[in-house]
Structures are given as structure tokens and as C-alpha cells.
């Protein structure tokens, strides 16, 4: 190899070990004081981000509060709510999902926060609110409707349950006839007539009287109770419908407005919390954290 060749190469070694040893004597460069810096190695410069790189595990404690917590029941959420919530805390309920979320961290007037500190409420409803919609403008045979008038007996309060029971037993008894037409009387009421036949022969004859309309009263929203106190009902009337198909008979009823009896349960408990907080709950749903 020529002298000068040899000569060239010696100084690219101790040029490049001269900018290694600069690089590993600098100090690190804070692209986001306090949360990222870029460290000089040998191989360039490396990226840190202390909020990302598991930095954070090794802290005494977080270094903000962040995370969602979803409760049940107001007192659970009122005690949550006085021990995190700010003067900047802001309470938002979602009507339709049945949901009351809180940021404890929100935006205040000086400037924005990270918002990613929630507390929400999520409602349930109750066992017997979602069969009676679950059922609600659904076809049932003599069998089902029985069988879901028997379940909810304490639910009707017009007509009498007694009432409404022996309908339920009529209609299980009366299964294999035929069924012919459904006239309406005057006083409001349905006569729904039938027919038994057995070997072809013409047998027993017969109506059967119902009503066109009951009236329930049932507790929507699955929250405890104080003691001393009685759970909040909400009432609705539903009408019934009868079809007769090829002598079969099928039963629908039709809760009147069921979606607003539910909207008003939600905006109780938003009265509620309301009162309890005295701060207004905002109507929608907050921005993404």
C-alpha cells in the first residue's frame, strides 16, 4: 500500500475515534424539557422519552392521575367526584347510552390539561324494564304471553293482576282451538272468537274477552334503594294487539313511549347529581382524551 494511502486511512481512525469521544462527553440535548432527550452514543444519537420507555414504573409515584373509573350507584360516584375534582372538573351525561362522565382534569380557562382523568356512571337497567321492552310490539304465541304475563304479575297494575291471570290460564287452555275473528265492544274491551273441533265433527264454541290495554308500573334503572325509602316507578300503558293467521292466534302488546319514560329516569339521576355537585351536567359527550 502507498505511504499516502496508509497515511490517509491512520487519520480517518483517529478522526472518527475523536468524534466518538466527543459524542460520549456531550451532554444530552432536551427536545421536550422534562419528558424527552436525545443522548449521544457512539452510534448516533438516541432518543429518551421518559413518559414511554418504562421510565415511569421506576418513579416513587405517577407523575399525574390518568385512567377511567366506572361505578354503579350515585354515592359511589359523588364520593369519587369530592376526592379527585377540581374547580375545572367538567360532567357530561350521554342520555342515550345511560352514561354520566366526569373529567377531572378538563381544560380550564388558562389553558388546556390532559383530560385523560374520568370518572363515569354507567346506569343499568333493570331486570323486569328490559323484558317488558325486550318484548315490547313482538308477536307471542298463546304459550309465550302467558308465560310472561305470569312472570311480571306485580309489574300490572290495571287491570287487576287477578285479572290478567286468568287471561294468561285462558289462553294456555285454549292453545289447540281454532280461532275465527276478533270483534271490539263497546265498553272497549275485545271478543275473540273460537272454535274446538275433534275428528272433523263440529264441537265446542266459544269467545273469549280481553282487553285492549293494561297498564304497568316497573322500576327502570337498577340502583340501591335508602332504607326507609321506596324505589321510583315509572308508569306506562301499553296496548294490546291480537292476530288471527290460519286460526292461530298471536298476542303483541305496545308500550307507549318506553324511549321516554327512559330518558326521564336518566335525567332524574342527572337532577340528582346536579343537586348533590350544584354544577351543571353538560348535555352530550366529552372530546377523546
Known amino acids: 500500500m502507498p505511504a499516502n494511502d496508509t497515511t490517509r486511512t491512520e487519520n480517518d481512525a483517529v478522526i472518527q475515534i475523536a468524534q466518538e469521544a466527543a459524542r460520549a462527553q456531550a451532554a444530552p440535548v432536551a427536545v421536550q424539557p422534562g419528558s424527552m432527550y436525545a443522548f449521544p452514543t457512539a452510534d448516533g444519537y438516541k432518543l429518551l422519552d421518559l413518559d414511554n420507555d418504562g421510565y415511569t414504573d421506576r418513579l416513587p409515584a405517577p407523575q399525574r392521575k390518568r385512567?377511567?373509573?366506572?361505578?354503579?350507584?350515585?354515592?359511589?360516584?359523588?364520593t369519587y367526584y369530592a376526592k379527585h375534582a377540581?374547580?375545572?372538573?367538567?360532567?357530561?351525561?350521554?342520555?342515550?347510552?345511560?352514561?354520566?362522565?366526569?373529567?377531572?382534569?378538563?381544560?380550564?380557562?388558562?389553558?388546556?390539561?390532559?383530560?385523560?382523568?374520568?370518572?363515569?356512571?354507567?346506569?343499568?337497567?333493570?331486570?323486569?324494564w328490559l323484558e317488558w321492552t325486550r318484548f315490547d310490539r313482538k308477536p307471542l304465541t298463546q304459550q309465550e304471553f302467558a308465560e310472561h304475563i305470569e312472570n311480571h304479575l306485580d309489574d300490572i297494575i290495571e287491570p287487576q293482576p287477578a285479572q290478567m291471570l286468568e287471561i294468561a290460564t285462558t289462553f294456555q287452555a285454549k292453545q289447540k282451538v281454532s280461532f275465527s275473528s276478533a270483534t271490539r265492544l263497546s265498553s272497549g274491551d275485545v271478543n275473540i272468537a273460537?272454535?274446538?273441533?275433534?275428528?272433523?265433527?263440529?264441537?265446542?264454541?266459544?269467545?273469549?274477552?280481553?282487553?285492549?290495554?293494561?297498564?304497568?308500573?316497573?322500576?327502570?334503572?337498577?340502583?340501591?334503594?335508602?332504607?326507609?325509602?321506596?324505589?321510583?316507578?315509572?308508569g306506562l300503558q301499553a296496548r294490546f294487539r291480537y292476530r288471527i293467521d290460519r286460526g292461530n292466534l298471536q298476542v303483541s302488546y305496545l308500550l307507549a313511549k318506553p324511549e321516554a319514560v327512559l330518558r326521564d329516569a336518566v335525567l332524574a339521576v342527572v337532577g340528582q347529581v346536579e343537586k348533590a355537585l350544584e354544577t351543571q351536567v353538560l348535555r352530550g359527550t366529552p372530546a377523546s382524551a
Do not use: M
Open 194 to 234: 273460537w272454535e274446538e273441533t275433534t275428528d272433523a265433527t263440529a264441537g265446542s264454541k266459544g269467545q273469549l274477552k280481553v282487553p285492549t290495554e293494561f297498564k304497568i308500573a316497573v322500576v327502570v334503572l337498577e340502583l340501591p334503594v335508602p332504607e326507609g325509602e321506596d324505589p321510583t316507578v315509572h
Open 86 to 128: 377540581d374547580a375545572n372538573t367538567e360532567t357530561y351525561v350521554d342520555v342515550d347510552s345511560r352514561r354520566i362522565t366526569a373529567v377531572l382534569n378538563a381544560h380550564s380557562p388558562d389553558g388546556p390539561r390532559w383530560g385523560d382523568h374520568r370518572l363515569v356512571l354507567e346506569l343499568k337497567c333493570t331486570r323486569a
Open 67 to 78: 385512567g377511567i373509573t366506572t361505578v354503579e350507584d350515585i354515592d359511589s360516584f359523588l
